[in-house]
T-cell receptor, first 114, second 116 residues
Framework: QKEVEQDPGPLSVPEGAIVSLNCTYS??????FMWYRQYSRKGPELLMY????GNKEDGRFTAQVDKSSKYISLFIRDSQPSDSATYLC??????????????FGDGTTLTVKP | DADVTQTPRNRITKTGKRIMLECSQT?????MYWYRQDPGLGLRLIYY???????NKGEISDGYSVSRQAQAKFSLSLESAIPNQTALYFC???????????????FGSGTRLTVV
């Protein structure tokens, strides 16, 4: 079983909808949680990062971490066609031989229709 | 110029040929990674390097080799290319400093490799 499982999608929503993207994980050592956005034929780009549990907001994007449930989410409010991309979650532990080496989810492809 | 530059952007090669993919970075990061991305399989780690003298195998290193020529350069070689190595290849870098952002990766734009 994979350490990081991501809702596979694809996801298609109308413009203006609230989008929820989700990942679960099994490694309790993960403390750093990232979301990447990847446009077609481009490399992933870091969108948001959080440490430990809680929420972090950046404009229309909110990252949420629940370490007790080993569950993270990315919410997109007022979604726009320009948000159409593949979103990957990633997580890292802070100690041990793998400190700083991220484990990625497989990605969820989102399409926002005008 | 891009922070992480991969060359070539696209390459078609024949089965059995040796091919090298190159990656250079201007981020000043110590850590560099090579991934391949296949539809439905996500990003899979091939090799990673935490500094110039440190090279580590990832989950799918068979058939690949790497060279860390300098802090800024990390090359991936396919010794004898085979069709199932057709994929999108990404180089990435990360910092080894302090704070959460150090664990974020900066990716290159990728190399689309086709082995025929």
């Amino acid at each position: 079983q994979k350490e990081v499982e991501q809702d596979p999608g694809p996801l298609s929503v109308p413009e203006g909808a609230i989008v929820s993207l989700n990942c679960t994980y099994s490694n309790s050592a993960f403390q750093y949680f990232m979301w990447y956005r990847q446009y077609s034929r481009k490399g992933p780009e870091l969108l948001m990062y959080t440490y430990s549990s809680g929420n972090k907001e950046d404009g229309r994007f909110t990252a949420q971490v629940d370490k007790s449930s080993k569950y993270i989410s990315l919410f997109i409010r007022d979604s726009q066609p320009s948000d159409s991309a593949t979103y990957l979650c990633a997580m890292s532990a802070s100690g041990g031989t793998n400190a700083g080496k991220s484990t990625f989810g497989d990605g969820t492809t989102l399409t926002v229709k005008p | 110029d891009a922070d992480v530059t991969q060359t070539p952007r696209n390459r078609i090669t024949k089965t059995g040929k040796r091919i090298m993919l190159e990656c250079s970075q201007t981020k000043g990061h110590d850590r560099m990674y090579w991934y391949r991305q296949d539809p439905g399989l996500g990003l899979r780690l091939i090799y990673y390097s935490f500094d110039v003298k440190d090279i580590n195998k990832g989950e799918i290193s068979d058939g690949y080799s790497v060279s860390r020529q300098a802090q800024a350069k990390f090359s991936l070689s396919l010794e004898s290319a085979i069709p199932n190595q057709t994929a999108l290849y990404f180089c990435a870098t990360s910092d080894a400093g302090t704070g959460p952002i150090r664990y974020g990766y900066t990716f290159g734009s990728g190399t689309r490799l086709t082995v025929v």
